[in-house]
């Protein structure tokens, strides 16, 4: 049972943009742990697009398509807050914006011992990241806000 | 097939004379020499080790030395703990240990070139530079090279650090340089003609940095394909280690590939990789399409929800409450050919770390990868450890195949 109507997505979508238009950089670039409308503002600050949104059971999808190629995911409870982003494409996407608040926390984060360039396994609080990749493969990883996540949803579906 | 087994033949008594000649050189040096003298081999061989490294915080991290000088000149300076990475391209030093002021790579306009390099765990901001280098006996003259943390170029790029963590010292990077010899030319497919708007990785730099292309001679090379000679790839030879571990590890690092006495491919399996360097590996019953073997993972990467991860400390790698023997595994190569049947150990990473803390050779630590994320099993330098594993570079031919390939 889709959680949000298609139609309301396009109203909404659509109303988001004309924000977007009218106050442009002056919305908070946010995401993570914030309302919905702020995957609006990712898309703009990010020169992004909007590739796909899709109702899931207990979670909405939300598919940003970077220009380099990279695909952003942004993963939205039903209570209307982003919970969780995961990225995966030729470059990584901007985290500043994507994480938003949690940002800081992220590169503030204790250094793990024995850690290599490969991998990335971060825990800050409520804030996890897990990433991974290499040059010319590409880069893969999510963010998410252990308590956040929705009951029933499974962490390998947010990918 | 006749030409072929001519030429080789031929490479073969040449080879079979340049050692003559090399021993008789070497030997009581009593004998005349032979008017005119042969030039003698280049010395390809590099020593590596896995220690501690720099930060030391290392765990199966290979080192090697390298040799930096001013272009054209005899300012030089050796650095050590130069990590030695089959999974990237290019040699990047870090600018603190680095005492020289090398040149920095400028545009027709005067501004200068500035990488954005990144890494899974971070991002390195600094500067293309030129310098000769000299690895072993190898030499390659004006080679572009980065030098992380330039601190010519204070101002990191909004975007460049909105990536993640900043690793542009000796201890964020856990190396005073590392040195990408994996079997491609480019860290970048397509720099000379994408700028990567969205996250670039070369910027302009003149009073302010803005994304550009860059042609693919001010790009860093693998360092190997700019050698005068031995430039089709790099063997790493490291000897076998008890499964519990050893303190530190010597080996070889061999530049060239069948161009030396030392360097003979033999009956090893050739793999060849794809565009991305990757091979199709087979693990509890899946098949994981993104895999690939890896000097510059400190471990051996997969997911396995049945594995307990550690807690507590050293997350990210696996704690399992015994030893596990896992397997099979097995390796495809884009060209069909298979190794199957591999098994692999497994051992509880706090318990290794606490019994031995001053162990930096661990053949038996694994870590967690997400699950969902990536159809990846990473084989790190773990795989290396009692093997001869030659990576030839994409285009270049050796007398078993030609590059991109790893051999083993």
């Known amino acids: ?159 | 097939m006749v030409l072929m087994r001519a030429l080789r033949i031929a490479l073969g008594a040449a080879l079979c004379l340049a050692a003559i000649s090399c021993g008789g050189s070497g030997g009581s040096g009593t004998s005349s020499p032979p008017p005119p003298p042969p030039p003698p081999p280049t010395s390809n061989v590099a020593a590596v080790i896995v220690d501690q490294g720099p930060s030391n915080q290392s765990v199966n991290a290979l080192f090697t030395s390298v040799t930096v000088c001013v272009p054209g000149s005899t300012s030089c300076q050796t650095i050590d703990r130069i990590q030695v990475d089959t999974g990237s391209y290019g040699l990047r030093l870090l600018a603190p240990p680095l005492t020289l002021t090398l040149p920095v790579e400028t545009f027709a306009n005067g501004n200068s070139l500035v990488e954005c390099t990144q890494f899974a765990d971070g991002f390195s901001w600094g500067s293309v530079v030129t310098a000769d280098i000299q690895i072993a006996g190898e030499t390659a003259k004006s080679l572009p090279l980065q030098v992380i943390g330039d601190s010519r170029f204070p101002t990191i790029p909004a975007v460049c650090s909105g990536t993640g963590i900043e690793e542009d010292s000796v201890k964020a990077f856990g190396a005073n340089g590392i040195l990408g010899i994996g079997p491609f030319e480019f860290s970048c497919g397509d720099c000379d003609t994408n700028t990567h708007s969205s996250n670039p990785v070369y910027y302009a730099c003149g009073t302010t940095c803005v994304a550009t292309l860059v042609p693919t001679a001010m790009q860093e090379p693998n360092p190997v394909t700019r050698f005068a000679a031995d430039n089709n790839g790099s063997i790493v030879d490291l000897p076998s280690v008890a499964s519990t571990g050893a303190v530190t590890l010597s080996g070889s690092l061999i530049f060239g590939i069948d161009t030396q006495s030392n360097n003979k491919s033999g009956t090893q399996t050739v793999l060849t990789v794809d565009q991305n360097a990757e091979l199709v590996m087979t693990f509890n019953g899946q098949t994981l399409a993104k895999s690939f073997i890896d000097s510059g993972s400190n471990a051996i990467f997969f997911a396995d929800g049945n594995i307990a991860p550690c807690m507590t400390t050293d997350t990210g790698f696996y704690c399992p409450g015994n030893t596990l023997t896992l397997g099979p595994l097995s390796i495809q190569g884009q060209n069909g050919v298979m190794v199957n049947n591999l098994t692999f150990g497994v051992g509880n990473a706090q318990t290794m770390l606490q019994t031995n803390p001053n162990f930096n050779v661990l053949p038996e630590l694994a870590g967690t990868l997400p699950t969902g994320l990536t159809g990846t099993f990473d084989y790190g330098l773990a795989f290396f450890y009692g093997k001869r594993v030659a990576v030839a570079v994409e285009g270049k031919t050796t007398s078993v195949g030609t590059g991109p390939y790893i051999a083993f």
């Open chain 1, 1 to 159: 049972m889709p959680i949000f109507r298609s139609g309301e997505i396009k109203i909404a979508a659509l109303l988001c943009t004309v924000l977007m238009t009218a106050l442009g950089p002056r919305i908070a670039g946010a995401t993570l742990g914030e309302p919905e409308i702020t995957v609006q503002s990712d898309v703009a600050q990010l020169r992004a697009s909007i590739k796909s949104s899709e109702d899931r059971v207990g979670y909405r999808i939300h598919e940003i398509q970077l220009p380099g190629g990279t695909l952003l995911r942004e993963f939205v409870a039903p209570d209307g807050k982003v919970f969780a982003v995961a990225w995966n494409g030729a470059s990584k996407p901007d985290l500043r914006q994507a994480l938003g608040k949690y940002f800081d926390a992220l590169v503030s984060a204790p250094k793990l011992k024995f850690a290599d360039h490969r991998h990335l396994q971060i825990q800050q609080g409520d804030l996890i990241v897990q990433a991974g990749g290499r040059m010319r493969a590409g880069f893969y990883g999510r963010a998410y806000l252990a308590s956040a996540i929705p009951s029933g949803v499974n962490l390998g579906d947010l990918h």
